[in-house]
């Protein structure tokens, strides 16, 4: 016990230390305020190697994000596009990421290039058939807790708590809590609490 309470002590200090580092970074993107610093520095930090890239990601994101865990770990060319996302406790986050206006529940993890979109009608077009560059609409897209999304997915809508999005699935329907879904439009094929309670590992 003692063990563990020294470990977590190291880790809260260690977690202080890379705030203090960010927050010069934090100021100049006014807290998330100001948009032009904000994805720079998000950009910037994703470039980061290793330990110390993955601290220093958790931290600013901490500082800018609406809602952002210390205790979440961002990979290596991981970024959030905006800064009015959230992210639960103990979120895994692998490399190469671009998340949009998400939310992300506690617990989730996300293997490497997974794309989470601000909706999937963010290019309106005109009456004429041009994009509409003036009304670009993002909407807010939710990812429940205890989530897996395999590498290569795509999301541009809800995901209930406790399911599993397999590799290149292409998410545009709110997938239901508990299930398995895949395919490019990714469709339910089973329930992923029955996996859980088999055994099955995916």
């Known amino acids: 016990m003692m063990g563990i ?4 002590i190291a880790k809260r200090c260690v977690q ?25 520095f998000a950009q910037a930090f994703a470039l980061v190697p290793g330990l110390v890239g993955d601290y220093l990601r958790s931290a600013f994101y901490k500082l800018t994000l609406t809602a952002c865990s210390l205790d979440c770990r961002i990979q290596f060319g991981s970024f959030f596009a905006h800064p009015q996302a959230t992210v639960g406790r103990h979120v895994y986050i692998g490399s190469y990421c671009v998340l949009g206006l998400v939310d992300i529940g506690d617990r989730t993890h996300m293997a490497s290039a997974v794309q ?12 004429t058939g041009m ?34 999005i397999g590799a290149g699935s292409v998410v545009v329907r709110a997938i239901p809590a508990g299930s398995i879904a895949v395919g490019a439009p990714a469709r339910v094929v089973g329930r992923a609490d029955a996996d859980t309670a088999t055994g099955t590992d995916h």
Do not use: Y
């Open 5 to 8: 309470n020294m470990k977590m």
């Open 16 to 40: 202080a230390i890379f705030l203090c580092l960010a927050l010069p970074a934090a100021l100049l993107a006014g807290f998330g305020r100001v948009e032009v610093g904000f994805e720079f």
């Open 116 to 127: 989470v979109l601000s909706g999937s009608h963010q290019h309106p077009r005109d009456s």
């Open 131 to 164: 994009m509409d560059l003036k009304h670009v609409a993002f909407s807010r897209v939710t990812i429940g807790a205890d989530c897996w999304l395999g590498a290569g997915a795509i999301v541009m809508a809800p995901v209930g708590d406790r399911s599993t």
